[in-house]
């Protein structure tokens, strides 16, 4: 992850599941949105969340006709190698997409 981190012996060779809905600002916490809505952004795309994921070293692998359990009507999952636990890996993403399509706007 852009140099800063190496993969402990903890995660080395695990990966982590990603749902846009995880980041979508319009979803609440009981419909599956895992970060602050301070982070979340509108309507997040597989293609957005998974340049995010390059752009901090995550190598991302899209999944295209994977469904997402709490809502089979999502489609589309990004799956990242694992440096730090789940959660601290969803709060860098949200993060950094944040910034990329706030810098898209304007």
Do not use: C, H, W
């Amino acid at each position: 992850m852009k140099g800063f981190l190496s993969l402990s012996r903890e995660y080395r060779g695990k990966r982590v599941v990603i749902y846009p809905v995880y980041f979508d600002y319009n979803r609440s916490r009981k419909e599956g949105r895992k970060v602050p809505r301070s982070l979340a952004v509108q309507n997040p795309s597989i293609e957005e969340i998974a340049a995010a994921a390059r752009e901090l070293g995550l190598d991302p692998e899209i999944s295209l006709e994977v469904k997402y359990s709490k809502d089979p009507t999502t489609k589309g999952r990004v799956v990242v190698n694992k440096y730090i636990s789940k959660q601290q890996t969803l709060l860098l993403l949200a993060k950094t997409l944040r910034e990329k399509l706030k810098a898209v706007k304007t």
